[in-house]
């Protein structure tokens, strides 16, 4: 069997993978990419970007339903899944392509096939056509994650749902009930509410959106119960059975209640992808199902790095495509900077959406001696009165004696892009002072944050 040579070969095409390969392109490295599905990988084909196409027809939904508040009458909207459903298709298509562009104008190899690591730096590539070997003097573990199983919940496309299901239905179930309220269950949550089902979430935690501040997923929680979707904490699924073409769901914890579905939305989490992919011909370790890494993305294998969500959370695609570029640097011998977790943004897109970075405040009271945190509501901020966007406010954290930005906290509409700012603040160095001098454009809801980085010190001019 002839082999093919490489300085890197890269297991898995998603968001880390394509760019790792491509920066390493860029640095002038021999390049390929082993994909056994879709190139774009979860995220652009059955993950975030598919999501957010679905949820912008929730959006011109909810807009449309509320015209007359803006002077316009329209006849009542009605929804035509199949459309929504195909747009979300054709927009990932369209990704889809243009990575597998970006691959090839930066001279990519690409590989379709199961990759297995065979030792000492070869892999096998077995498609339904051929089996290849290749010679890599580097190896980058991009392979991702799944969606986590729940026992005796087998996803059978009917009843019970993955995101896969959730991302192409064939009609809007009458009842949902999402298992599950984190960042992937409150948008499909909100999803399915806007077009019309009715929708219950159930979370093991004492609070949805349990990642971020407290006072943040308060708010949400508030939002949507007002919107319609109930919400039950602190409890979980004790038993259930398919009745009459319905699940029956017994409810167990701080409420102990029944439930009947058409659907029920699996949503706790993912899984990491390392099965079959040859780890026990190496010395990589596993810490709960993710591939130990150090700070550069190194395993325990020399000159094999993994990268993204199997490598550990948190499972965010611009956090693995950051460690694709930091990882190919590092072994080109680049100056690199070791990823700092807590200043990756996280973004929601509910209604109304989530964004933060940083600390939350009970984190940084655990940092700093003293904080200082600011708040300012967005229906204090003319541009958000204009747009009918008022609901939600900004909240910073800063540390007293330093005026360092420990964390920044939002909730509103199209807070997901306003998170940048803080993140660019963050990733500077820049302290209260300079966030108080920067002139902020008006009328934008981008005023809000400066009006609460005032607010933190008590200069707050508009509230």
Request: contains cysteine.
């Amino acid at each position: 069997m002839s082999k093919q040579k490489f300085d890197l070969v890269v297991i898995g095409g998603g968001p880390g993978g394509y760019v790792a390969a491509i920066r390493a392109s860029q640095l002038g490295m021999k390049t390929a990419v082993v994909e056994k599905a879709e190139l774009g990988g979860i995220c652009l084909n059955w993950g975030c970007l598919p999501t957010k196409a679905l949820l912008r027809s929730a959006d011109v939904l909810r807009l449309v339903k509320h015209a007359d508040i803006f002077g316009i009458d329209v006849e009542q909207p009605q929804v035509n899944i199949d459309k929504v459903v195909q747009r979300s298709r054709d927009v990932s298509a369209k990704l889809q392509r243009g990575v597998a562009g970006l691959l090839k104008k930066n001279q990519v190899t690409v590989f379709q096939g199961e990759a297995k690591l065979l030792g000492k730096g070869q892999i096998s590539v077995q498609n339904i056509a051929s089996t290849q070997q290749l010679d890599a003097t580097h190896i980058i573990l991009a392979t991702g994650a799944r969606a986590r199983a729940i026992p005796n919940m087998q996803v059978d496309g009917q009843h019970f749902w993955s995101y896969r299901e959730a991302l192409v239905p064939k009609m809007i179930p009458k009842r949902m009930v999402v298992i599950g309220a984190g960042a992937i269950g409150m948008e499909f949550a909100c999803f399915y509410q806007s077009m019309g089902a009715k929708v219950t979430v159930i979370e093991l935690t004492d609070r949805i959106l349990p990642q971020e501040d407290a006072e943040i997923s308060s708010t949400v929680a508030k939002s949507l119960k007002q919107d319609g979707i109930q919400i039950y904490t602190e409890c979980k699924v004790a038993r259930h059975q398919l009745l009459n073409d319905e699940v029956q769901l017994s409810i167990e914890g701080k409420q102990n209640t029944q439930l009947n579905a058409d659907v029920v939305l699996l949503a706790v989490g993912i899984s990491a992808n390392t099965e079959n992919l040859g780890l026990e011909k190496t010395r990589i370790q596993l810490d709960r199902g993710h591939i130990v890494t150090d700070e550069y993305c190194r395993t325990s294998e020399k000159n094999v790095y993994a990268i993204g969500d199997v490598a550990g959370p948190p499972w965010l695609a611009h956090k693995a495509s950051h460690e694709g570029v930091l990882c190919v640097e590092k072994i080109m011998g680049l100056e690199v900077h070791p990823l700092e977790v807590h200043k990756i943004p996280a973004c929601t897109y509910s209604h109304p959406q989530v964004a933060s970075v940083g600390y939350s405040e009970k984190q940084a009271q655990a940092l700093a001696k003293k904080i200082r945190v600011g708040k300012f509501p967005f229906v204090a901020n003319g541009k958000a009165l204009a747009m009918e966007s008022s609901e939600g406010f900004v909240k910073v954290i800063f540390d007293e004696a330093s005026g360092e930005l420990l964390g920044a906290h939002m909730v509103g509409d199209e807070v997901t892009e306003m998170i940048n700012g803080y993140a660019i603040a963050q990733t500077l160095e820049t302290t209260e002072q300079e966030l108080m001098q920067t002139i902020l454009p008006h009328p934008t809801m981008s005023e809000a944050m400066h009006e609460a980085v005032l607010a933190a010190y008590q200069r707050a001019l508009h509230q």
